[in-house]
């Protein structure tokens, strides 16, 4: 059973005596268990009907006594246990002895209590423990979300702030995070977080635009840097130099802009490489450790640029920061004459 059906179960008041909730999903395990503590706990008694125990210090016998407590001007108590180690082989917080007891236990649980397990992304279906939730109680998996549900669970995310969000900005948002497939990195929570961060960039605004994502996916100098890039990618000197003299005016140490340029550079070299070799912008992402809007704006850029001019481009780099770090020449010039050999060369 998924959790979304357990959730239609706990509506009708089916509430099971104890859950072991496992998965990637930590946001949405905790939306699960705060749906549990609506349910169960009564206005004005929570604290006196909640126990919230830290399972990596974990006391069985106090756990025990929790659950035998009797709930206080209600028909249930809750007892919440968060990252117990011992619903795998590989690792336990608790001994043997405390683990047996705890077993032993389960079966025993009162029909007065609800006891939820949390915090772990594995479980070891074959150890006895996992056995005996799942023959008492219920076991639920929080997965990532598949395309369709994360579409919804984003643009329900943004209009509970009164925003709104077109198909298109949300295919937008969905191309520049590390989430989908086996190897995403983020999670909803890392996910949640940028919605915030745009919910607050386009403050009194209630429509989402590309333009606002482009900003919060990528820090202003970062984009500066792109479009320095642009302008030299199509031969524009004075475009590029009025870019560079831009950053500086904002205060960006020249070193910070040659870094930056560099390390691009090289972005577009390995991206370009790759585009050759068939890979997906989202999958070069994944293999040189890049953004997925970087990647993306990476496999643009690199059109404008042919493999000889990155790679004259590169060793003109190298010479160039060894020329400034080594005191031959002044590092705002030195990055001017690079940016203009880059421009008129092939």
């Known amino acids: 059973m998924s ?19 496992y998965g990637e999903e930590e946001y949405l395990i905790e939306k699960f268990v705060e749906f549990l503590k609506s349910k169960i706990l009564n206005s004005g008694f929570e604290e006196l009907n909640l126990s919230i125990m830290d399972g990596r210090e974990l006391n069985v016998e106090k756990l025990i006594d929790a659950c035998e407590t009797l709930p206080f001007m209600a028909e249930k108590k809750l007892v919440i246990i968060n990252g117990l180690e011992v619903f795998t082989s590989q690792k336990r ?6 683990e047996k007891m705890l077993i032993n236990y389960i079966g025993n649980i009162p029909d007065t209590t609800c006891l939820i397990f949390y915090g772990t992304n594995n479980i070891d279906a074959r150890k006895k423990i996992v056995k005996e939730i799942k023959k008492h109680g219920k076991i639920l998996k929080f997965d990532k979300l598949k395309d369709a549900s994360l579409r919804k669970w984003i643009k329900d995310r943004i209009e509970s702030y009164g925003k709104s969000i077109s198909t298109q900005e949300i295919a937008y948002f969905m191309e520049n995070i590390d989430y989908v497939g086996k190897n995403g990195q983020q999670n909803l929570l890392d996910l949640d977080k940028e919605i915030k961060k745009l919910i607050s960039y386009v403050g009194d605004r209630k429509k989402i635009t590309v333009a606002d994502l482009e900003n919060i996916f990528i820090s ?16 524009e000197v004075s ?7 831009h950053m500086v005016y904002q205060g960006e140490p020249i070193m910070r802009i040659s870094a930056t340029l ?9 991206t370009k490489l790759l ?3 068939g890979y ?8 040189i450790g890049i953004h997925p809007y970087v990647a993306k704006k990476s496999a643009e850029q690199c059109r404008d640029f042919s493999l000889k001019t990155l790679e004259n481009s590169l060793r003109n780099y190298l010479e160039m920061d060894l020329a400034i770090k080594s005191g031959k020449m002044k590092d705002d ?8 050999d880059i421009c008129t060369n092939e």
């Open 275 to 277: 585009l050759e070799e």
């Open 239 to 245: 475009e590029a130099l009025k870019r560079l003299d």
């Open 262 to 270: 560099g390390n691009q550079l090289r972005n577009l070299y390995k």
């Open 220 to 235: 202003s100098f970062q984009n500066d840097i792109f479009k320095l890039l642009d302008a030299i990618g199509k031969k």
């Open 93 to 98: 917080t608790i001994s043997e002895s405390d």
């Open 333 to 340: 010039i030195a990055i001017e004459l690079f940016i203009v």
């Open 3 to 21: 959790y979304k059906d357990e959730i239609k179960m706990i509506n009708k008041n089916e509430i099971q005596k104890i859950y072991l909730l």
């Open 280 to 287: 997906s912008t989202k999958l070069i992402a994944s293999k």
